[in-house]
């Protein structure tokens, strides 16, 4: 398995969690929290933790190529959620 992070400062970690599990939701299984989420994709998972000031994102992902698509999909997904934020995400592979 493959991982990497992404560390997000911003004020609203518990709200864009929520967003981000409720609108996978649908499609994909899911659980959260307020502070924890969880969503599972075809291609790997994603582990969400909201801290007072901060979104972590883990993901992993059985190879390269599949990580990094995870990577988009949820970085895509929160850019637009966070529009107003304007969310610096940098993914680092562990």
Known sequence: MMQ???RITT???SRYLQQL??????????SHTQQEG??????????LQA??????LTADAP???SLERLEDVI????????????????????
């Open 75 to 94: 970085a895509r997904h929160l850019e637009r959620f966070a529009f107003r934020d304007k969310p610096e995400i940098r993914w680092v592979r562990q």
């Open 21 to 30: 599990c409720k609108h996978f939701a649908h499609k994909l299984p899911t």
């Open 38 to 47: 969880r969503i599972e994709f075809g291609i790997g998972v994603c582990a």
């Open 11 to 13: 004020e609203r970690a």
């Open 51 to 56: 801290e007072p000031e901060a979104l972590i």
């Open 63 to 65: 190879d390269a190529a």
């Open 4 to 6: 990497s992070e992404a």
